[in-house]
């Protein structure tokens, strides 16, 4: 069974700060997704990476996967504020039509202190 | 149009009720998804939909009942739900379910009384 596990759950950390969230996976995957949620609200796609060694920025996050070490990470930039909500990896195991499914790991629930 | 839509928004339905979760999307997308969300909790996949057809159910129990009536809906029935079912239900979409994104509606926030 794929486990997904993200460290650390919770976060708090001043603005302006640097820090980098972590989401091992148990079994071989390439594609791997990060997604946001703000409290009480529905999930935002924020990154897509669909091989080994695939690397995308947008503003002051950055994520990237290893398919090899089984590891994706999600690197926060002199964060601000507006960049508070939980954090989610989510690995997807469907090589096969039909067989549609997202894991998604623990959650990272970020504070960014003013 | 990029959005997924549920309704309703929020519900509250007694333990002998039966009520329906609706789900639309319009951008051709042929997957689509139930999710089931606790507080606090990350989304726990219950029914994939590919083509239209069930391909997965996560041993749900039959109390949740999917439907898809064709490509662009998806409904959730509800029929003697417990408490313990109260909790934000998600439905998504992805293009082809098969190594692509999925697309969030905003969810329905059900409580179960």
């Known amino acids: 069974e794929l486990k997904v596990e993200q460290n650390p759950l919770f976060l708090s950390m001043q603005e302006g700060k640097n820090y980098t969230i972590y989401c091992n996976y148990s079994?071989?995957?390439?594609?791997l997704y990060w997604y946001r949620q703000d409290p009480g609200k529905s999930l935002e796609s924020l990154f897509v990476?669909?091989?080994?060694?695939a690397v995308k920025q947008e503003g002051r996050l950055m994520a990237s996967l290893d398919t090899k070490a089984r590891l994706s990470t999600l690197h926060i930039t002199a964060a601000v504020h507006d960049l508070s909500a939980t954090y989610f990896c989510?690995?997807?195991?469907?090589?096969?039509?039909?067989?549609?499914?997202?894991?998604f790991g623990t959650g990272t629930r970020l504070t960014i202190i003013p | 149009d990029t959005e997924v839509t549920q309704t309703p928004k929020h519900l509250v339905m007694g333990m002998t009720n039966k009520k329906s979760l609706k789900c639309e999307q319009h951008?051709?997308?042929?997957?689509m998804y139930w999710y089931k969300q606790k507080a606090k909790k990350p989304p726990e996949l219950m029914f994939v939909?590919?083509?239209?057809?069930?391909?997965i159910n996560e041993s749900v129990p039959s109390r949740f009942s999917p439907e898809c009536p064709n490509s662009s809906l998806l409904n959730l029935h509800l029929h003697a739900l417990q408490p313990e079912d109260s909790a934000l239900y998600l439905c998504?979409?992805?293009?082809?379910?098969?190594?692509?994104?999925?697309?969030f509606g905003q969810g329905t926030r059900l409580t179960v009384v």
């Open positions: 998504a979409s992805s293009p082809t379910g098969f190594g692509t994104e999925a697309f």
């Open positions: 079994t071989t995957s390439d594609r």
């Open positions: 990476l669909l091989s080994n060694g």
């Open positions: 989510a690995v997807d195991m469907s090589y096969v039509i039909g067989n549609e499914k997202l894991t």
């Open positions: 951008m051709g997308h042929r997957a």
């Open positions: 939909y590919s083509y239209e057809k069930l391909s």
